[in-house]
């Protein structure tokens, strides 16, 4: 009734697209968020299948999750909260970003408890004013990891660029490097420099270091939200459809849907689809975004409610069990997860992650 259908095909083309722009550099799959809607496990061995270097995720939970599911490659955690078990953390070969001395307390604690080395990278925030060390503290938990010996790696140091323009890119690049000039001062070893995302990457092929992290180029997305996708050659992965799970006629002047901000203009055909944003479709869908049903599109008119929206279809022969394209792969003429994101004031990223409620993910290609 609901389904996303997630293209790994398209997801291991992207990984290639990204890896010939990085030449020489290492690349990180970023399979946060449940790989930005489109299922972190699955997309996890296409990737590791195709040879990707490393995975990055937010939470040591959701790295704990990819090795429970048997997923062997270099995994990278950064978003920490107290209670996250580090101990767990090396017991399972996961690499720890580290923003504060705090953090670093407590997983050189795991690793005394684990006898295991843990491996780190070293975050500096360079600007962007989220996570990450300070500037001011960098060379104090520079000195910390220094003195904690062989009980820790420095795997990386790494920073994430604000893309509020090139200026401000620039400086934080700039800053980047003093930063790390600053671990060479202090003759930490480490083997890899990242920074740029998907965006940055595009933007900045001199800052790729020697590991770029790339999250929703991946999934055939523009980063830059302005559905260019097509243009660096990237195809989108993810298309979410549904049925028509009821056709009537109305007369005109029928309402249609909570507040009938729809009223039918003379006697036409309603389409029920049972999509609404506990799927993920958002509210502010109403009266801004359009589907596709074979190749016609339809505004979406009334009301998004929880489960379902209703289109006026007029005397088009539309049956119940015909397919809805809420987004997909506009190279096929549906709307593109742009197009819904424009509608809803929002960016891709936020459609395709919150993606979820009844739908179910298929999954093809890439030798399934
Ligand atoms: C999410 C994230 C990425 C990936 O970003 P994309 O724009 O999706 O490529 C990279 N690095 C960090 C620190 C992130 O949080």
Known sequence: ????????????????????????????????????????????????????????????????????????????????????????????????????????????????????????????????????????????????????????????????????????????????DSAVAEVKKLGINFELRHLTASDGSLAYPDAHYEMVRIGVALYGLDPFSTNRASDYGLIPAMTAVSRVAQVKTVPAGHGVSYNFLHRTKAETNLALIPVGYAEGLPRSATGKAEVQIGTKRYPISSQVAMDQFVLDIGQDPIQIGDEVVIFGDS??????????????????????????????????????
């Open 1 to 176: 009734m609901r389904t996303l259908r997630i293209n790994l095909d398209a997801i291991v083309h992207n990984l290639d697209v990204m890896r010939a722009r990085a030449s020489q550099a290492k690349v990180m799959g970023v399979v946060k968020a449940n790989a930005y809607g489109h299922g972190a496990i699955e997309v996890a061995r296409t990737l590791e299948r195709a040879g990707v270097d490393y995975l990055g995720v937010a939470d040591v939970n959701e790295a704990l999750a990819l090795r429970n599911a048997g997923i062997a490659t270099p995994i990278l955690a950064w978003l920490h909260d107290p209670a996250d078990d580090f101990v767990a953390a090396l017991s399972a070969s996961v690499d720890l970003g580290v923003a504060n001395r705090q953090q670093l307390a407590r997983i050189s604690a795991a690793a005394a408890i684990t006898g295991v080395v843990a491996k780190l990278h070293l975050k500096i925030d360079t600007g962007l004013g989220r996570n990450g060390s300070t500037e001011a503290e960098w060379t104090q938990l520079l000195e910390e990891v220094k003195a904690l010996g062989e009980a820790v790696s420095v795997v990386g140091i790494f920073s994430h660029l604000s893309t509020t323009s090139r200026t401000d890119d620039l400086a934080q690049i700039e800053k980047f």
């Open 331 to 368: 190279a096929t003429g549906a709307p593109s997860a742009d197009d819904l994101a424009t509608a809803c004031g929002t960016i891709n990223y936020e459609i395709v992650t919150r993606m979820g409620g009844r739908f179910k993910r298929e999954y093809f290609g890439a030798g399934l």
